[in-house]
């Protein structure tokens, strides 16, 4: 280490306090640069491995239509040519050299990109990573060659008739802003996106300010707030994206609707999908909806016994997706054509008694906090997955506290509070149904 460098480390040792007396339970550390970057530690040395992983507040709920798909692409584009590595040859050959394994994601409100390697190759990571994320080229000719890799995921989808149900429910879901929901975008945005489009992504959503750093493994916070300061202290801040490109909200649905996709299926589908609460603006519903989604995918619960075991369906699922800008509800039951009158029924019936004091029992709602915790206990035993669930709630959330104390909270859900979530974002709310039916089988459940 140079004198410059242990100066560096002596003084944020000195300003550097763990982010709160839970976070430091969980061996989570975090500080923010002066430019607004968030550099966040994990620390676990059960094995000499780091994963290195940028999370930017980016997805598809920031793509108006002419922009949509675009953000995965920008993924895709990471992992090329940049002030470093002239192309993604080179790109691949380094990532051998490091002996690292890498990949990104794309979702509605968080991109990241992560590499995990030996712990004494952290420094050499920190550089990757720093020219990925400063200086990308977006080569003409590489941009060119990945359009039809991203469009490939495109041709996959469509092969599934799975797809056309959740797209056409989605679009009437959220039938203002679709394309702010829409994960994968639009075949034509992304054969059509140029250099421009891809330096405006980076111009607007890759700033220090609108980003997190992190390092999870055989590290130690202070050295890697020092570390930081000096790959990514002199990353210039920018202006504030989400003042200058409002992220609209989803108006609520007005009237249930119903849409019927035909493709050559044996079963029948039905799928409910609803708003369901943000994170941020109800957060005690999120923690209601986590409990009580817990609760139905279980066997020996009555939603799996009267819909499943009793044959009705061949299977049923109940889920609600945490977000920030609107987290959807969605049901799901499948039987056969001659079981769809009788199933459906009894997946509404099911929905209408979900409030009643005997629905489940106060035990299956102790077992399914005690499960979510355990769950979340699991999920911090290895660095390179637990890096990920933190970084996923500093992008939707906009901090760590909600995290932080997701199981303190989770053990003060009661019934009352999942019944407040029902009545308001089930009950009482307005939904889409689609039905995924094979045309020999439509006319069999549905009047001509």
């Known amino acids: 280490m140079t004198r410059r460098g242990a100066f560096a480390l002596r003084f944020l040792v000195l300003l550097i306090l763990p982010l709160s007396a839970v976070g430091q339970q969980y061996s989570i550390y975090?500080?923010?640069?002066?430019?607004?970057?968030?550099?966040?530690?994990?620390e676990n040395p059960i094995v000499p491995l780091v994963t290195v992983e940028l999370d930017v507040r980016n997805g598809s709920y920031t793509e108006p239509p002419e922009y949509n798909g675009l953000s995965h692409l920008y993924e895709h584009m990471f992992f090329k040519a940049n002030a470093s590595i002239p192309n993604q040859e080179a790109y691949l050959a380094r990532a051998r050299e490091l002996g690292m394994t890498w990949n990104g994601?794309?979702?509605?409100?968080?991109?990241?990109?992560?590499f995990t390697l030996p712990k004494d190759s952290l420094r050499q990571g920190l550089e990757f990573m720093k020219a990925a994320t400063l200086t990308p080229l977006f080569l003409q000719a590489e941009l060119e060659r990945e359009r039809p890799v991203v469009t490939g995921e495109y041709d996959r989808n469509e092969a599934n008739p799975f797809y056309y149900l959740f797209r056409d429910v989605n679009q009437k879901l959220w039938y203002k802003y679709y394309s702010r929901k829409n994960v994968l975008g639009e075949r034509e945005t992304i054969l059509t996106a140029d250099q421009k489009k891809m330096q405006t992504i980076k111009d607007r959503y890759y700033i220090p300010n609108n980003s997190a750093l992190?390092?999870?493994?055989?590290?130690?916070?202070e050295q890697?707030?020092?570390?930081?300061?000096?790959?990514?202290?002199?990353?210039?801040?920018g202006a504030d994206p989400f003042t200058l490109y409002p992220?609209?909200?989803?108006?609520?649905?007005?009237?249930?609707?119903?849409?019927?996709?035909?493709?050559?299926?044996?079963?029948?589908?039905?799928?409910?999908?609803?708003?369901?609460?943000?994170?941020?603006k109800d957060?005690?519903?999120?923690?209601?909806?986590?409990?009580?989604?817990?609760?139905?995918?279980?066997?020996?619960?009555?939603?799996?016994k009267r819909l499943v075991e009793s044959g009705l369906c061949a299977f049923a699922n109940f889920q609600y997706q945490t977000l920030d800008h609107t987290g959807p509800i969605i049901i799901m039951a499948q039987m056969s054509a001659d079981k769809f009158v009788a199933g459906e029924k009894q997946l509404l019936d099911e929905l209408a008694?979900?409030?009643?004091?005997?629905?489940?029992t106060d035990e299956q709602l102790v077992n399914a906090k005690t499960a979510l915790e355990r769950n979340e206990m699991f999920g911090q035993e290895r660095p390179s997955q637990f890096v990920h669930t933190v970084g996923y709630w500093w992008a939707v959330v906009g901090n760590l506290d909600y995290y932080?104390?997701?199981?303190e909270n989770l053990r003060k859900v009661t019934r009352k509070d999942i019944n407040d979530y029902v009545k308001k974002y089930i009950q009482s709310a307005p939904n889409v149904k689609g039905i995924l039916v094979s045309p020999a089988d439509r006319p069999k459940i549905l009047p001509q």
């Open 30 to 42: 975090s500080t923010k640069l002066d430019n607004g970057l968030e550099v966040i530690a994990i």
């Open 105 to 114: 994601t794309t979702s509605e409100e968080r991109v990241n990109y992560f």
């Open 214 to 221: 992190l390092v999870a493994g055989a590290v130690q916070h």
């Open 224 to 237: 890697i707030f020092a570390l930081a300061r000096e790959y990514f202290g002199d990353w210039k801040k």
């Open 247 to 280: 992220v609209p909200e989803h108006p609520p649905l007005t009237a249930s609707s119903t849409v019927v996709v035909e493709k050559p299926v044996n079963a029948v589908t039905v799928m409910i999908a609803l708003h369901g609460p943000s994170v941020t």
């Open 283 to 304: 957060p005690g519903a999120t923690y209601a909806a986590d409990v009580l989604s817990y609760i139905l995918q279980q066997k020996n619960s009555g939603f799996q």
């Open 353 to 360: 008694h979900l409030t009643d004091p005997a629905y489940y």
């Open 404 to 407: 932080l104390h997701y199981v």
